[in-house]
């Protein structure tokens, strides 16, 4: 990731904390730049992400090399702590999204890049029909687990992390991760 998309996806961030999504205008940031690289708002959701999925690489340099499920809870929980730095912010934008399925769906490629990388860091196979049904799997686990998040008042996570423990292991007596 450019230095400038990170700068983008900061600035964006911190404006969603005093700001609704809906109020945020574009011009806000390019304010504060002198090139945007960023033609429209949905590009700067799929910024964030991709500056979330940075973060998680970059945060996970060696994760223990254990079972799938437990790789994927740690690497699932490493994200959730990225997204709890930002988490007002997030919430706005969660709240904005149930809103407005269309632009959900427009973020889903980005979304399902993100499980893909996940999926990857926890070395579970992502080739063939059971590895297009583990990626959906985790997509919708994901999904849940945000839920989850967004209502969890708990300042350690303590709600989300049983939610994902459960449903990881339901998960995998249903597909082998």
């Known amino acids: 990731m ?8 900061e600035q964006t961030l911190k404006i969603l904390e005093n700001t609704s999504w809906s109020k945020l205008n574009i011009d806000q940031i390019a304010k504060s730049k002198k090139k945007l690289y960023i033609k429209n708002k949905n590009e700067l959701l799929t910024n964030i992400n991709r500056y979330f999925d940075y973060l998680l690489r970059k945060n996970i ?3 223990e090399n254990s079972s799938s499920k437990d790789m994927v809870f740690e690497i699932i929980m490493q994200r959730l702590d990225i997204l709890n730095l930002h988490r007002k912010a997030i919430k706005r934008t969660i709240d904005h999204l149930s809103s407005n399925p269309h632009l959900f769906l ?7 890049e993100s499980i893909i990388l996940i999926a990857s860091l926890a070395n579970i196979k992502i080739n063939g029909v059971s590895g297009a049904a583990r990626i959906k799997s ?3 686990l994901y999904f849940l687990i945000i839920y989850t998040w ?18 990881l292991t339901n998960l995998n007596k249903i597909i082998k991760l």
């Open 138 to 140: 985790i997509l919708i």
């Open 2 to 9: 450019t230095k400038d998309k990170i700068f983008i996806a």
């Open 61 to 63: 340099k060696e994760i």
């Open 106 to 112: 427009k973020l889903l490629p980005s979304f399902i």
């Open 150 to 167: 967004n209502k969890d008042q708990t300042s350690s996570l303590e709600k989300t992390m049983t939610t994902l423990d459960n449903y």
